[in-house]
């Protein structure tokens, strides 16, 4: 236990009881039997737990939890999936729970309330409930910035997703491709909004322009293979297509399969965000890491850091991201 912070939790599962009953029991409160507070006690000592003072001061503060707003369509994606587990783990390790705030706008005024602080990764304009929860009254930390008006978050931890995009299409050019297409969401998020700047700036430079064809935010396979037959039906030169939405790949593999392109050969596709659908595909697909676990353990220090009065508000942290590169973007033999 000594190679890292030994948490809250660690106690608890060593002495077999919850967390709470551990804080009661170190700090001397709560209806905790003398038995149970002895036990928790020694187990603490064994294991070395040294009481967080940044993390008391906030839970006698406040709730001792923070909140985590995602995209609505969140659920379904493997991206969000891993950034909240990654979120929740650093958290967990100040003392601090998250509660993850439903998509229904209704609710997040009363739960915000309740936290103290909040999570609000890859806000949308047009999300109803993003200006409410900025307005919250607490610490808010956003992943990647909110492009509508609103207050201000208190800091943000952000990816250069302008340049990973660019690397892809200077990867897929280098690998023989000469007509790249871009399938992204329309330019409501930050996140979309960069691509949409760097496929323009990157089609100026090459002196050819990259052809975007709009899918939805969380575009499934089936809409982006539609998508893929739609664009090559207008305009068959184009030799490589890359899509933005995590899950999106095997509906390009699809198409180009449909349409008697070989991918990695004649036809390139490549993905701006990694997970099990691009490293899964048939060929792997090529793909950006966001290293999205390291990405919401991120967001969750920056709070946690700002709660803890360890860092100035208006705190800005970049994120690095990786190129995986697969089959998909072999290139001609």
């Known amino acids: 236990m000594n190679a890292r912070t030994v948490t809250l939790l660690d106690v608890a599962r ?6 709470s009953t551990v804080s009661d029991a170190l700090q001397g409160s709560g209806r905790v039997a003398e038995a ?6 020694e187990v603490a000592d064994r294991l070395g737990y040294r009481p967080n003072s940044a993390a008391q001061r906030l839970r006698r503060a406040g709730a001792g939890a923070i909140g985590l707003h995602l995209p ?11 950034l909240a587990f990654g979120a929740v783990a650093r958290a967990q390790e100040e003392g601090l729970d998250v509660v993850l705030l439903a998509p229904a706008t209704g609710t997040h005024g009363r739960l915000a309330s309740r936290v103290d602080g909040l999570l609000v990764i890859d806000p949308e304009v047009g999300d109803d409930a993003v200006p409410a929860l900025l307005d919250a009254g607490v610490p808010v930390v956003t992943g990647e910035r909110y492009l509508g008006p609103a207050t201000a978050p208190t800091g943000a931890v952000v990816c250069d997703n302008s340049a990973s995009l660019t690397v892809l299409l200077d990867h897929v050019r280098d690998r023989g491709a000469r007509r ?14 960069a691509l949409h700047t760097a496929a323009g700036t990157w089609g100026r430079t090459h002196g050819v322009p990259v052809e975007i064809r709009t899918v939805s935010f969380a575009a499934t396979a089936h ?3 539609r998508a893929t037959l739609a664009l090559l039906a207008a305009d068959p030169e184009i030799d490589a ?20 392109r070989t991918v990695g050969r004649d036809f390139l596709v490549a ?10 595909g048939n060929p792997p697909v090529t793909a950006v890491d966001l290293r999205p676990a390291a990405y919401g353990r991120a967001c969750a220090e920056l709070l946690c850091d700002v709660l803890a009065d360890r860092t100035s508000p208006d705190t800005v942290r970049r994120h690095a991201w990786a190129l995986e590169t697969r089959a998909s973007t072999a290139g001609p033999l």
């Open 14 to 19: 060593a002495a077999g009881v919850s967390k």
């Open 36 to 41: 149970t507070r002895d036990r928790v006690r």
């Open 72 to 82: 609505q369509t969140a659920t379904r994606l493997d991206y969000y999936m891993n």
């Open 180 to 193: 790249p297409a871009l399938l992204a969401p329309a330019d409501t998020s930050a996140w979309a909004a």
């Open 223 to 225: 809409e982006a293979e």
């Open 241 to 260: 297509v890359v899509c933005a939405p995590d899950g999106a790949a095997p509906g390009v593999l699809h198409a180009a399969a449909a349409l008697g």
């Open 271 to 280: 993905s701006c965000v990694d997970g099990a659908a691009a490293r899964g």
